[in-house]
């Protein structure tokens, strides 16, 4: 593992001076590291004051939400998967919906639909509830795989296609889907396409005995989530994405993340290794990673600390490995201990 002394190493290879002022989008000079550190602190103490003992997943949670990508919860039930998701929709103050995937769902219930307008005569377009900054999705493996598809073109290329006619989706956008990974009957598993487009998975696990004690304290009379107000704006987060966007990524940090993704594709326990788009995600993750910790330059310890999340709900196992119980989250963690780390330039 490097240090965080070394940053400065993997970052000679690219001056700041040499990478231009990122611009809000009222054209005055975005909030900078110094900005981006006081509302994510706003937004982890808002979720944290909802989500007691996870500091970890609160914070790979808003770290997905810089990185202009997507969530994947997956745990058992009553762990709190669709608290999170609404404590982070709720802490910031913009456009929010919330599905319920049910095996009877229709594509054009996400989506939307073009209906007749008989005052009109013509057809007018009825939005969908993707049309909306974060769209909460409990349960999104009960959908069919036809319901399940209908996110593939919103959650990649931030747009939706109804009857010919493509509506852009304003930024930011952000897709928390939760799925239960025990009780299969009468569910339908994402397919590897759809698993690729979410950003990261994350697990919320058990809290421990003092952080569930005070759960029971502030869950008593009332939810946390009723007293939850928002602590930033849709603008705000926007600024926050380019100030992540031009976070400094030295050409041997590229190498490394490059290294990692390669080798789950030639890795005798894996049969499908992590694609591309999982290169580009781990990237964008590791910038949005650095900043939280108000810095302008991503060093391997980024990479390695999401290699997990970001890579292991993309692999499948082979037959021999799922006989000895193999994960692929135990085979990403295995490959960050094998793999060479760059050395930072002296």
């Given at each position: 593992?490097?240090?965080?002394?070394?940053?400065?190493?993997?970052?000679?290879?690219?001056?700041?001076?040499?990478?231009?002022?990122?611009?809000?989008?009222?054209?005055?000079?975005?909030?900078?590291?110094?900005?981006?550190?006081?509302?994510?602190?706003?937004?982890?103490?808002?979720?944290?004051?909802?989500?007691?003992?996870?500091?970890?997943?609160?914070?790979?949670?808003?770290?997905?939400?810089?990185?202009?990508?997507?969530?994947?919860?997956e745990d058992v039930p009553g762990v709190g998967k669709t608290m999170l998701a609404k404590a982070?929709?709720?802490?910031?103050?913009?456009?929010?919906?919330?599905?319920?995937?049910?095996?009877?769902?229709?594509?054009?219930?996400?989506?939307?639909?073009?209906?007749?307008?008989?005052?009109?005569?013509?057809?007018?377009?009825?939005?969908?509830?993707?049309?909306?900054?974060?769209?909460?999705?409990?349960?999104?493996?009960?959908?069919?795989?036809?319901?399940?598809?209908?996110?593939?073109?919103?959650?990649?290329?931030?747009?939706?296609?109804?009857?010919?006619?493509?509506?852009?989706?304003?930024?930011?956008?952000?897709?928390?889907?939760?799925?239960?990974?025990?009780?299969?009957?009468?569910?339908?598993?994402?397919?590897?396409?759809?698993?690729?487009?979410?950003?990261?998975?994350?697990?919320?696990?058990?809290?421990?005995?003092?952080?569930?004690?005070?759960?029971?304290?502030?869950?008593?009379?009332?939810?946390?989530l009723d007293r939850l107000s928002p602590v930033a704006h849709a603008a705000d987060v926007r600024?926050?994405?380019?100030?992540?966007?031009?976070?400094?990524?030295?050409?041997?940090?590229?190498?490394?993340?490059?290294?990692?993704?390669?080798?789950?594709?030639?890795?005798?326990?894996?049969?499908?290794?992590?694609?591309?788009?999982?290169?580009?995600?781990?990237?964008?993750?590791?910038?949005?990673?650095?900043?939280?910790?108000?810095?302008?330059?991503?060093?391997?310890?980024?990479?390695?600390?999401?290699?997990?999340?970001?890579?292991?709900?993309?692999?499948?196992?082979?037959?021999?490995?799922?006989?000895?119980?193999?994960?692929?989250?135990?085979?990403?963690?295995?490959l960050v201990k094998r793999l060479p780390v760059p050395s930072p330039r002296k």
């Amino acid at each position: 593992m490097t240090v965080g002394t070394h940053g400065e190493s993997f970052m000679e290879t690219d001056p700041p001076a040499s990478r231009p002022a990122r611009r809000a989008d009222n054209g005055r000079p975005g909030p900078g590291l110094d900005g981006l550190a006081q509302v994510a602190n706003k937004i982890r103490d808002a979720v944290e004051s909802v989500i007691e003992g996870k500091p970890s997943v609160v914070r790979l949670a808003l770290t997905v939400l810089l990185a202009e990508g997507h969530l994947l919860i997956e745990d058992v039930p009553g762990v709190g998967k669709t608290m999170l998701a609404k404590a982070l929709a709720r802490s910031v103050d913009c456009s929010v919906r919330r599905v319920q995937f049910t095996p009877d769902l229709l594509p054009s219930d996400i989506t939307g639909v073009s209906a007749y307008n008989q005052e009109l005569r013509e057809f007018e377009f009825k939005p969908g509830p993707v049309f909306a900054n974060i769209v909460v999705g409990d349960e999104i493996n009960r959908a069919s795989p036809k319901t399940q598809a209908a996110l593939l073109e919103c959650m990649e290329e931030r747009q939706v296609t109804v009857d010919g006619t493509t509506y852009r989706l304003e930024p930011p956008f952000m897709v928390i889907a939760t799925q239960n990974p025990v009780e299969m009957e009468g569910t339908y598993a994402l397919p590897e396409a759809q698993r690729d487009r979410f950003t990261a998975r994350i697990a919320m696990g058990y809290p421990d005995p003092s952080a569930e004690m005070e759960m029971l304290e502030n869950h008593g009379e009332a939810s946390p989530l009723d007293r939850l107000s928002p602590v930033a704006h849709a603008a705000d987060v926007r600024d926050l994405i380019e100030v992540v966007r031009a976070q400094h990524v030295s050409t041997a940090v590229r190498q490394y993340a490059i290294d990692l993704v390669s080798a789950t594709r030639s890795h005798p326990e894996l049969r499908l290794g992590a694609s591309p788009r999982a290169t580009l995600q781990l990237v964008r993750a590791a910038r949005a990673y650095a900043a939280l910790d108000d810095r302008d330059y991503v060093v391997p310890d980024d990479v390695q600390d999401l290699a997990v999340p970001v890579l292991a709900h993309r692999l499948l196992p082979t037959a021999e490995a799922q006989v000895e119980r193999r994960r692929p989250e135990q085979v990403v963690a295995d490959l960050v201990k094998r793999l060479p780390v760059p050395s930072p330039r002296k």
